[in-house]
Every structure is written in structure tokens, then in C-alpha cells.
């Protein structure tokens, strides 16, 4: 399956943006979906995960209330709705599919290009 994440951009602290990541070329509901990041400097980070139908979702702690996770099948898409944003949100952030649920990069078959979320002070 390919992925393309969109949607990043630059925002001050406290603003909200929606992550989008369209999915082509297989039976997207076949996925589970996830989002990750990776600040710079640092490893690359689970952030959210979604089952296929979108009836569970799992956060990291860090963005627990704060950023939804949701997909819609018919669209091929899932996204990432992050609210209150902090300075340490600043990351890109990857779309990835899985076909075994999990919040380890190891699952994660596929992955997206990555859009890039600057947060400002």
C-alpha cells in the first residue's frame, strides 16, 4: 500500500493542525493505521494507532487528550487531529500501516513520506 501524508505546516503553541494520510493500492480497511514521529535528534516515536474498522485507538502518553486518531475506509484516509500544541510536538510525522495491531515501528510494513509540524513558542 502507498501512503502520503499532507497537512503539516508551521503553528503557534496552543493551535490546533489535521494530519491527512491518503492510502492507495491495497484494500486500505485491510490496515491498521499509525502515526509516528521523529523530532530532530531523536528516534523516530509512536504517537497513535487505529484498528482496521476504527472502533480502538491507542495514544502515546504524551499526546493522550490532546491529539484523535480516526480514518475513514470509503476515503482511503486516516488522520490525525492534534489540539493544544507544544513546542515538543515540532516533529515529522509519519503515516504507517500494519497488518498486526501495535505501537512498534517493527509492525509497520508501510510508511508514508512524512510531513513536517513546526510548533512555535
Known amino acids: 500500500v502507498q501512503l502520503q501524508a499532507f497537512g503539516g505546516g508551521l503553528v503557534q503553541a496552543g493551535g490546533s493542525l489535521r494530519l491527512s494520510c491518503a492510502a492507495s493500492?491495497?484494500?486500505?480497511?485491510?490496515?491498521?493505521m499509525g502515526w509516528f514521529r521523529q523530532a530532530p535528534g531523536k528516534e523516530r516515536e509512536f504517537v497513535a494507532v487505529?484498528?482496521?474498522?476504527?472502533?480502538?485507538?491507542d495514544y502515546a502518553d504524551s499526546v493522550e487528550g490532546r491529539f484523535t486518531i480516526s480514518r475513514e475506509n470509503t476515503k482511503n484516509t486516516v488522520y490525525l487531529q492534534m489540539n493544544s500544541l507544544k513546542p515538543e510536538d515540532t516533529a515529522v510525522y509519519y503515516c504507517?500501516?500494519?497488518?498486526?495491531?501495535?505501537?512498534?515501528?517493527?509492525?509497520?510494513?508501510?510508511w508514508g513520506q512524512g510531513t513536517l509540524v513546526t510548533v512555535s513558542s
Open positions: 504507517a500501516a500494519a497488518l498486526s495491531y501495535g505501537f512498534t515501528q517493527i509492525f509497520y510494513a508501510y
Open positions: 487505529i484498528t482496521r474498522s476504527g472502533s480502538i485507538t
Open positions: 493500492g491495497r484494500t486500505f480497511s485491510n490496515y491498521h
